[in-house]
């Protein structure tokens, strides 16, 4: 194994291939045959309207969940990876991640180190030291001693992705990453994941709720619908009113920003709000 | 961790050197030193304060290390894996299986009072074993509820036959009673060599999952995406805690709260991580049960109170500030 400070260069490394993925929980269909390729390095967003089952095929890729079908990584079937292989490969960020209270910040980050240690494992100064490097990217490093519940909710977001790149593992999943947060932290999550991305090659797949910020971040978006697969592409061609109409059963307009960004606008209810 | 090794120390020789007839500490060294292999040195203390020493304060002290830093191991473990403040060594019935197998030992006629830690550890096991059983078939709950449900039904059944069978040989009440309470009174180098083995193994196995115990703090998903398997761990964690405290209260009786007072205490002092938890509480445990010891001996000397009376007296108190101080009951999560 490499223990240069510096992460080995990945060329075409990350990249993922979903075949026929099913998921079904409590003998319904989440999630029915997707088949989706996302290139090294590549951002895809997953949207959806809620239930669509967008979080169980993030789930299902970072094999939280039984699946049937295939998922592969770099042409390998993850199945048959290891865990600590697996969690060497692929970094997830849940929805709600949990914060133990009095856990110090450069502790919490350092538990990504955890695949890269044996069993018994404990950290190395190597461990320590790229712990602190991730505190210093995400621009923490003056928190590193602070407890957990003396963060804020911005502040703690960025924690969970610090904790996920010190796996260094190649792809990032990302859960609902930014829900919790106010327009501005989102945005500088957001672009602090795409920082990272380009900076180290990784490839991304994220749930995305908020349709302007998917369109803008994510290079290619996977529109789920009742556990299908309903349109796949450049957020251009699969974000048309037509189809978000239709999947999220709602009446949206879709404009453009002056820098020619897709801005999702939802409209109310048709003969409601309607007082002159 | 070095202050807790230094009051460590300070407090078995002080403990040694106090009791009924009074040695100097100078004394308790001496004949310290000439037990160590290899030293030649020769201790110039009477061959009477040579045997109370050797013979009569240090099994007793070190039986008391011994159970003290097991017990409170034991919670902190407990207490980590159930992610629960209040769990402790006994949670899954291992208390009311010893007590269980000591009343048969001690209404049986004809027994060796050497057979009543084996048969107080038969009883645990066999609780501890009866409970996983049930537990795991009751239901694959990940959080563990299922098992802590299973080891309360089990105790309530042991206890309910252990107070039968106590009725039942009403003579005996009195040793029942006293070893229920807990105490070190008649404690003996072979009480050490008994459970030694047990509490060195399970000791290595808790220590070494501290980290993972920490990695538990964050979830059970989480932990999995970080390549643990937290239901091992989980198994792993109990079992070990589990053989580790059925060999201590074989020796002892049940001491109770020192598996709660102390990782709690070493929680509200250090930074709650389970890396530093674990072993400065297998440490201050020791500690604790030397000097709750020492005044269980010395309070009413000549007479003893139960070292169970002293913990609870202790603990109950404790227990009640523990719920109040939200920092230390969050640290457990």
């Not at chain 1, 990453?177 to 989102?186: E, I, K, Q, Y």
């Not at chain 2, 902190?76 to 009311?96: E, K």
Request: glycine share 8%; hydrophobic share 50%.
């Amino acid at each position: 194994m490499a223990h240069d400070a510096t992460p080995v260069p990945r060329d075409s490394t990350g990249r993922i291939e979903l075949h026929d993925v099913g998921v079904t929980l409590d003998r319904t269909v989440a999630l029915d045959q997707v088949n989706v390729h996302v290139a090294p390095g590549a951002w895809l967003g997953i949207i959806g309207a809620n239930g669509a089952g967008k979080s169980t095929l993030l789930r299902a890729v970072a094999r939280l969940v039984a699946y049937s079908g295939t998922v592969r990584i770099d042409g390998r079937d993850t199945r048959s990876m290891g865990r600590r292989e697996f969690a060497q490969t692929v970094a997830y960020v849940s929805q709600d991640p949990q914060f133990p209270a009095q856990m110090r910040a450069i502790d919490y980050v350092a538990l990504g180190r955890t695949p890269h240690h044996g069993y018994f494992g404990t950290e190395s100064a190597r461990d320590r030291d790229r712990s602190a490097e991730l505190l210093r990217d995400i621009g923490l490093e003056h928190l590193s001693l602070r407890a957990l519940d003396s963060l804020s909710g911005g502040e703690l977001q960025r924690l969970v992705l610090a904790r996920a790149l010190a796996q260094e593992a190649p792809i990032l999943l990302l859960d609902e990453a930014t829900s919790a947060l106010d327009l501005g932290r989102r945005v500088d999550v957001l672009e602090l994941v795409d920082a990272l991305r380009i900076d180290r090659r990784l490839t991304v797949i994220s749930t995305l709720h908020d349709l302007t910020l998917a369109a803008q971040f994510a290079e290619q978006v996977l529109l789920l619908a009742g556990g299908r697969a309903v349109a796949e592409g450049p957020p251009s061609a699969v974000m048309t009113e037509e189809t978000l109409n239709r999947y999220f059963e709602a009446s949206v307009e879709i404009l453009r920003s002056r820098d020619n960004n897709i801005v999702v606008v939802p409209r109310r209810r048709e003969g409601m709000g309607n007082y002159d | 961790m070095v202050v807790a090794g230094v009051v460590l120390v300070t407090v078995v020789l002080v403990s040694t050197a106090m009791g009924p007839a009074d040695l100097s500490l100078g004394t308790v060294v001496g004949v310290l030193l000439s037990h160590v292999p290899l030293l030649h040195y020769h201790s110039s203390t009477s061959p009477i304060n040579q045997a109370i020493v050797w013979e009569i304060r240090l099994p007793r002290v070190i039986l008391a290390c011994l159970v003290g830093s097991m017990l409170a191991l034991g919670g902190a473990s407990y207490q980590g894996v159930f992610r629960n403040p209040l769990a402790d060594p006994y949670l899954l019935g291992v208390a009311a299986g010893a007590g269980l197998g000591a009343t048969i030992a001690i209404v049986t006629p004809s027994t060796f009072s050497e057979l009543l830690p084996l048969a107080a550890f038969a009883g645990g096991v066999v609780a501890v074993t009866l409970t996983y059983v049930v537990g795991s078939k009751a239901g694959r709950s990940s959080s563990g509820s299922s098992i802590v449900l299973a080891g309360v039904a089990v105790a309530a059944i042991f206890t309910a036959i252990q107070t039968n069978v106590q009725q039942q040989h009403a003579a005996d009440l009195q040793p029942v009673y006293s070893w229920i309470l807990g105490s070190l009174t008649v404690a003996t180098w072979s009480d050490v060599t008994l459970i030694l083995p047990y509490v060195t193994l399970s000791a290595v196995v808790l220590l070494a999952h501290r980290h993972l115990l920490d990695i538990l703090r964050v979830g059970e998903e989480e932990a999995r995406t970080l390549g643990v398997n937290p239901n091992r761990v989980r198994l792993t964690v109990v079992a070990a805690a589990t053989l580790g405290t059925a060999a201590a209260v074989s020796v002892s009786g049940l001491i109770g709260f020192v598996g709660i007072i102390v990782p709690h205490l070493v929680r509200l002092t250090t930074n709650a991580s389970y890396r530093v938890v674990m072993p400065v509480s297998l440490v201050s445990g020791a500690s604790f049960l030397v000097l709750a010891d020492l005044f269980a001996r010395m309070v009413e000397a000549p007479g003893e109170v139960p070292l169970g009376v002293v913990t609870a007296f202790i603990g109950g108190p404790f227990f009640i500030l523990v719920l109040r101080s939200r920092r230390s009951a969050q640290g457990v999560l």
